[in-house]
């Protein structure tokens, strides 16, 4: 609902004063590295938690920590000991009686200790893509740099959606960043009943992008109707007709999500300065773009112009093209008459307010020439 407008969303973003970003690390599981990581730690005089998925992987590390990490003085809290036992054990790691904590998922929530600055998450595949924020939220609770060291098992591959989760949370790392996490994890794992028929009514009909935008629509005309404006004319998309094959290839980029997503760039690339840097992008991530590729992103400047221009169709064909513009309207009609005008051997508009460009195009290449031309000169005028 804060999402469609309905209601408002406040978002915090902004960190206390002097406060530092978590350095997250993926890694497989290392003793060395543990090692190191845990004495760094006590050395600066701070503390550390170990966080384990299961009550049955404590022994494991405890019998670690004797015979590796000899130096460290751990206590081992979690949710099968008593109130009273557990609370103890709390207050004395608070109290800084201990350099380590290791304990299951109990400590998600709820502890505030700033001396605490390094974090071991054992089997971090195990847990979920919020979990795990609000787990390593444990840690950089004040002025001092803290690291988050995400292990995995070292001879066991990771699930997909696993190690999609571990590339978010240590790309998301910077502060103020729980927002966007949060997007990420609705996105992975769905919105469960939130787009079902009891929820929402029948938004899988339709999709879920396009609900959002006729909700949207709705919410803008009914404000403006309260207000005494007119209706919003927002979100309209030129249509190009010039047959080409305007995609991005499946063997080019095969994951469908990582198609969807450039996609969505694409769309919202209204400048040349963007579609350059998501052309270099691609090449970068995928190699040389194919045929396909380089005509879509033409494509995209060519809407681009469109929407200056208000032109809401082109078809161009072998032997000319047809313009339709925006509710039959022109940004500036006396530009648009000189244009004709310098143009009149090849350019006119017919009684029905299209404008018709006549020549000879044979390939879709040169179709894709004249209607970057065109538009061009269109929205030059439109912006004079």
Not at 173 to 195: I, K, V
Not at 206 to 220: K, N, R, T
Request: hydrophobic share 40%.
């Amino acid at each position: 609902m804060a999402l469609s407008g309905i209601r408002e969303m406040s978002i915090i973003a902004t960190p206390p004063v002097d406060r530092l970003a978590v350095r997250t690390y993926v890694t497989p599981w290392d003793p060395v590295l543990v090692r190191e990581a845990l004495l760094r730690e006590k050395y600066r005089g701070g503390q550390a938690y170990y966080v384990v998925p299961r009550l049955s992987d404590l022994p494991d590390i405890e019998q670690f920590l004797r015979e590796k990490v000899p130096e460290i003085k751990f206590v081992v809290g979690h949710g099968q000991m008593s109130p009273t036992q557990l609370e103890d054990v709390m207050s004395a790691f608070y109290d800084g009686s201990y350099d380590l904590l290791l304990s299951t998922t109990i400590v998600e929530s709820g502890l505030d200790v700033p001396t605490a600055n390094t974090l071991i998450v054992h089997k971090a595949d195990m847990f979920g893509l919020a979990q795990l924020h609000q787990i390593r939220g444990r840690i950089g609770r004040a002025k001092a740099r803290a690291f988050a060291y995400l292990t995995t098992p070292p001879n066991k591959p990771m699930s997909l959606s696993s190690e999609r989760r571990l590339q978010v949370l240590q790309s998301l790392d910077n502060l103020g960043a729980g927002f966007q996490l949060a997007s990420h994890d609705l996105d992975q794992r769905g919105g469960g009943n939130l787009l079902g028929d009891e929820q929402s009514g029948h938004i899988r009909e339709v999709g879920v992008e396009l609900y959002q935008q006729m909700l949207e629509d709705a919410v803008a005309e009914l404000r403006q109707s309260g207000e005494g404006g007119g209706i919003v004319d927002r979100g309209w998309s030129p249509a190009i007709n010039v047959g080409a094959a305007v995609l991005i290839p499946e063997d080019y980029v095969p994951d469908l999500n990582v198609r969807l997503s450039l996609y969505r760039r694409l769309s919202d690339a209204e400048n040349s300065e963007t579609r350059e840097a998501l052309a270099a992008e691609l090449i970068d991530r995928f190699g040389p773009l194919p045929d396909e590729a380089k005509q879509l992103l033409r494509i995209v400047g060519i809407k681009a112009n469109c929407k200056t221009a208000c032109i809401e169709r082109i078809d161009i064909g072998p032997k000319g093209a047809v313009l339709t513009l925006r509710n039959n309207a022109f940004p500036n009609p006396m530009g648009l008459v000189g244009l004709i005008q310098k143009n009149h051997a090849f350019w006119k508009i017919r009684p029905d307010q299209k404008i018709v460009v006549k020549g000879e195009w044979d390939t879709a290449a040169d179709r894709l020439k004249v209607a970057e031309r065109i538009t061009a000169d269109l929205a030059r005028v439109a912006g004079a």
